[in-house]
């Protein structure tokens, strides 16, 4: 039997579980966007809702695991890059998914260094990507900063 990825479930619930109309934002891994396993699940996402935003995270956002020491190898940690999905649920189960439309995409660019709290080098892309998709969601085009 295939065993289920650890985000299958909770993104069948939260499309599940969001109204009409309702928004939803999970993180998932950046496979999520591209593996072939993950095609149902694309398809279920696309089928129930408009898909508004994706936006890839520099890896280190989110540390997978704990710290392991290896044999005569120190400590280690693994690092997975995530993605941003941002959508918006139908009103109605869309039965193609043939529907034109635009979708914001962003990629904030690993920083030069991570030290320190996450919030203290992730909060300044963070902000500016939320800036230009509230300008592009509004204008629908992107904001040229001078």
Not at 76 to 85: G, N, V
Not at 93 to 118: Q, W
């Amino acid at each position: 039997a295939d065993i289920c990825k650890e985000y299958d479930l909770s993104v069948q619930q939260a499309i599940r579980s969001c109204k009409h109309s309702g928004k939803i934002c999970l993180i998932l891994p950046d496979g999520f966007f591209s593996n072939s396993r993950d095609r149902y699940l694309r398809e279920l996402v696309s089928a129930h809702c408009k898909i508004r935003a994706i936006i890839s995270l520099p890896k280190g956002v989110f540390k997978r695991g704990h710290d392991s020491k290896i044999k005569g190898k120190g400590a280690s940690k693994a690092s997975m890059k995530m993605s941003i999905l941002y959508c918006e649920k139908y009103t109605k189960l869309k039965k193609k998914a043939s529907d034109n439309y635009r979708v914001f995409l962003a990629s904030i660019l690993e920083p030069s260094s991570t030290k320190g709290e996450i919030l203290e080098w992730i909060k300044q892309p963070l902000d500016f990507v939320k800036e230009q998709f509230l300008y592009w969601q509004s204008k629908k085009k992107l904001k040229i900063n001078e």
